[in-house]
């Protein structure tokens, strides 16, 4: 483990004032009150920070259509009207409104993941934090989900011009489409996204099966989760898929989007992660000690968006920060504990042990059909991960083996769970692990 | 009634239908043979599902019966329900063999169910509803099968389509009760003989259309397409191995630490990082709005002196409860008024009055008040008073319906990430 990251974190006092419009759940204001957070915890002290470079269209277009980079700097509230036709077909107008600098803002937060990235292909930090980016849902040629412009795209691309490969992981509670459908058909990203599945969440894609094409087959990887996943759950599964995808394609660098809205008590997510569940993914991410770059995405109730994001900053640092919070202007949003704890909240946790144990098990078989994959360079790996104990052509295709015996046969029995397979109250010391 | 007559499988099928309103299918029932299940109940003798009267026609026998009401499939979703309270009761049933399907008509739930979900997949035209849709599923055909054959398509045909005819990533959500999905998993999931085939079979041209976003898990699952082509994907050029150009141009500016020549002289106290909140401090009433207010005036001039210009760089200036000096107190007022006064009607929304009667001040005035001091102070009043269900995010309650500045709703567009279907109460009203 390296003795001591630099990060290099980057913050734009504008983004403060943007506004989506009236109860639209995006506020960047939650960008505003993490700052203000970060700093009352003295974080700045241990990190650079840096006013990104607004993007310009060209760098913009490395990735999205020059008509829509276009239209997206010329539409204004006042005059798109005009434009139904325009606003339809780059799916503008609902979910995503125009309003006012609404150009500024998508080049300030991708300006935030572009400088970022360079500033790691030139080595001058480990890390590089832009939490007003993340937006991964925007497709190369339209808005979607509160998204305009895919700033993990285009950080992807830059770190593509020094490393062979990058590694691109999403726990926000949607699925990471744009980035997936971006690198789809290419080996040189690898997308793993975990992600609420299923009773028609946006924004539908995300299934299991769906891991890539052409060359790009099994390069994209799919967590399909249901309602209510805890920490336990989520880290176990999380851990399991990192470290072996890690292990397989050797990334060059990793970018990591923490969508807050994987948090209990999100206004539009499902799942039932605390601040602590949330972050140990960050710090297992962290200890990989590959160059890394993190982005915030979706999180749809502020304060917790700001917990959960200082947080991560102070994981990030290897500071542990004391629960309380101490004063800053915006101390009244944290009542009535005043406490980086988020309140949990009673719900039922749909995933169950068998249904992310096949999900684990079909990962594991999609990973091993690249291990050999000519084009990517890796070093052989060692046989016992994949040469199973017995060999299924010989075994009596007639004959009944029960699911359990199966089960063993692919994983040891307490290769998922510690110990034996009902263990429901050993979470205790789950995190610490990481 | 286009009966075909029953296949009985060997495979121990067991017939699922409904009996009457409570819906509980019996084991004597099953055992019947197979001419006795013509005597269909759901349906065919008027049986009232949920009180209503049920279209007893049949399907298929009456141009009439096209469109049917929302009612007929109450029964159709009741049963659903059923099944996804508990799908391991014994008494739902399971599905036969899927080349069998096609000798069931569509009095079985299961049939319909499937029949539905076929139709809403299949739909292409953004003028049908989807009402008419499935209606139309119902008497076209009982024949699964024809349906399937019909949107059988290589993935590789959506290769060279143009922008127009991408799939796109609809917004409209269904509409449907959340246990239909459910169901639909569980069959999908009960089925063995699904095939390879289902993954291949597309869910076609996609408009602004409900359905499209499935989460149906097993095999049958008829999933959102990944669209594919030159307008979706990144151009991604292979790795050449020469060395990086250290590129030292857009790497951000350095706002902090502050440039040497800027370092400050003054003394501050260095606060340890992470301390957090001291445990006490020396006001008579802690706790009290205005110890609240010393401490964090004070921590702002603290924050102000060590960071220098950078105070004014990340915009700090224009932060806080202190952006209300610059407002009269008129204005603070006028503002409160018209937040309150507009919060309830529907149509207006109190930002097209703010911006009319403050048009001195710029947008970003405006939003900078609300989110500094308006909102505070709302959060101070609350938790204050009843700190325990509080949400400075809820702005539904207050302010009306979800949408943009002109009034146009967001969240009436299913598909939207807005509508969580479990968070109904983000819903259009």
Request: glycine residues 8%.
């Amino acid at each position: 483990m390296r003795s001591k990251d630099k990060i290099a974190y980057f913050y734009d006092g504008d983004v403060g004032n943007v506004y989506f419009g009236p109860s639209h759940p995006m506020k960047p204001h939650r960008l505003c009150m993490t700052h203000h957070l970060v700093l009352s915890y003295e974080l700045h002290n241990k990190m650079e920070i840096y006013r990104p470079h607004k993007a310009y269209p060209v760098e913009l277009a490395q990735f999205h259509s020059a008509d829509y980079v276009e239209f997206l700097n010329r539409i204004t509230p006042d005059t798109q009207s005009l434009f139904s036709n325009e606003m339809v077909k780059y799916n503008l107008g609902e979910d995503c409104p125009v309003f006012e600098n609404l150009f500024e803002f998508c080049q300030i937060y991708a300006g935030g993941t572009i400088d970022a990235a360079r500033r790691l292909n030139n080595q001058l930090c480990d890390i590089a934090i832009n939490w007003a980016g993340g937006l991964h849902h925007a497709k190369k040629c339209e808005a979607s989900g509160f998204c305009y412009v895919n700033d993990l795209v285009l950080g992807i691309l830059e770190l593509l011009k020094h490393h062979a490969r990058v590694l691109y992981i999403d726990i926000d509670v949607h699925h990471g489409d744009g980035v997936e459908e971006a690198f789809y058909f290419t080996d040189r990203v690898m997308t793993v996204s975990f992600h609420k599945y299923g009773d028609l969440f946006f924004p539908g894609t995300g299934d299991l099966k769906d891991v890539g094409e052409r060359e790009g087959k099994f390069y994209a990887i799919n967590v399909p989760l249901k309602d209510g996943i805890d920490d336990t759950s989520f880290y176990r599964l999380f851990k399991l898929v990192i470290t072996k995808v890690v292990e397989i394609y050797q990334p060059g660098a990793i970018v990591l989007q923490c969508g807050a809205d994987s948090l209990a008590g999100d206004r539009l997510g499902c799942f039932n992660l605390s601040i602590d569940g949330h972050a140990a993914c960050v710090r297992l991410v962290k200890s990989l000690n590959l160059p890394l770059l993190v982005t915030g995405g979706g999180g749809y109730t502020k304060e917790n968006v700001a917990r959960c994001w200082t947080v991560e900053t102070g994981v990030l640092l290897d500071a542990e920060l004391p629960d309380e919070i101490p004063e800053n202007e915006y101390i009244k949003y944290f009542a009535p504990d005043y406490s980086l704890k988020i309140p949990s909240v009673p719900m039922e946790n749909l995933n169950s042990r068998s249904y992310l144990n096949s999900i684990r098990q079909q990962v594991h078989e999609n990973l091993r059909s690249i291990q050999h994959s000519p084009s990517v360079q890796l070093q052989e790996v060692p046989p016992d991960f994949y040469i199973p104990d017995f060999d299924e052509d010989e075994q009596n295709p007639d004959e009944r083996v029960d699911r359990h015996m199966k089960d063993k046969q692919i994983q040891r029995d307490d290769e998922y769970y510690g110990g034996d397979n009902d263990h429901d109250h050993d979470h205790d010391h789950i995190m610490d692990d990481a | 009634m286009t009966n075909k007559g029953l296949f009985n499988s060997d495979d121990g099928w067991v017939l699922v239908a409904s009996a009457s309103d409570d819906e509980t299918v019996n084991e004597e029932e099953n055992k019947r043979g197979s001419e006795d299940f013509g005597e269909e109940r759901y349906g065919v003798d008027g049986g009232n599902i949920d009180g209503r009267e049920m279209d007893t026609s049949g399907v298929g026998e009456d141009s009439a019966s096209r469109k049917r009401k929302p009612e007929c499939y109450s029964g159709m979703l009741d049963w659903i329900t059923k099944v996804a309270k508990d799908p391991c009761d014994p008494t739902n049933g399971s599905l036969p063999e899927r080349h069998n399907w096609k000798y069931y008509g569509c009095y079985q739930l299961w049939k319909q169910v499937l029949l539905v979900r076929d139709a809403m997949l299949l739909r292409r035209n953004a003028d049908s509803t989807s009402q008419e849709t499935i209606s139309q599923a119902f008497f076209d055909s009982n024949d699964i099968s024809t349906l399937q054959k019909k949107q059988k398509m290589h993935p590789s045909l959506y290769d060279d389509r143009k922008g127009s005819e991408r799939l796109r990533c609809s917004k409209r959500l269904l509409s449907a009760k959340d246990s239909f999905s459910k169901s639909c998993d569980r069959i999908g999931v009960e089925s063995s003989s699904s095939g390879s085939q289902c993954d291949e079979v597309c869910a076609g041209e996609q408009s602004n259309s409900t359905a499209d976003s499935v989460g149906f898990a097993g095999n049958f699952r008829r999933k959102k397409q990944i669209p594919l082509g030159p307008l979706f994907q990144a151009d991604v050029p292979d790795f050449c191995e020469e060395a990086y150009k250290i590129d030292c141009k857009w790497l951000g500016t350095r706002i902090w630490p502050l440039e040497k020549r800027e370092r400050n002289k003054n003394l501050i106290e260095r606060v340890p990082i992470g301390r957090g909140r001291r445990e006490s401090c020396g006001c008579q009433f802690p706790g009290s709005v205005e110890c609240v207010r010393f401490h964090v005036a004070e921590k702002r001039m603290m924050v102000k002196l060590e960071l220098g210009t950078a105070f004014y760089g990340w915009k700090f200036n224009s932060m806080g409860e202190e952006v209300a000096l610059s407002w009269t107190k008129e204005d603070e007022n006028k503002f409160q008024d018209i937040v309150k006064s507009n919060c309830l009607l529907s149509e207006k929304y109190f930002w097209d009055e703010l911006f009319k009667f403050f048009p001195r001040k710029d947008r970003e005035a405006l939003v900078n008040y609300y989110y500094n001091v308006f909102l505070l102070r709302r959060r101070g009043y609350q938790n204050r008073n009843d700190a325990s269900d509080i949400d400075s995010d809820d702005e539904e309650s207050e302010f009306g319906p979800v949408g943009n500045r002109f009034g146009q709703n967001a969240a009436n567009s299913p598909g939207s990430i807005f509508c969580s279907p479990k968070k109904s109460h983000l819903n259009i009203r």
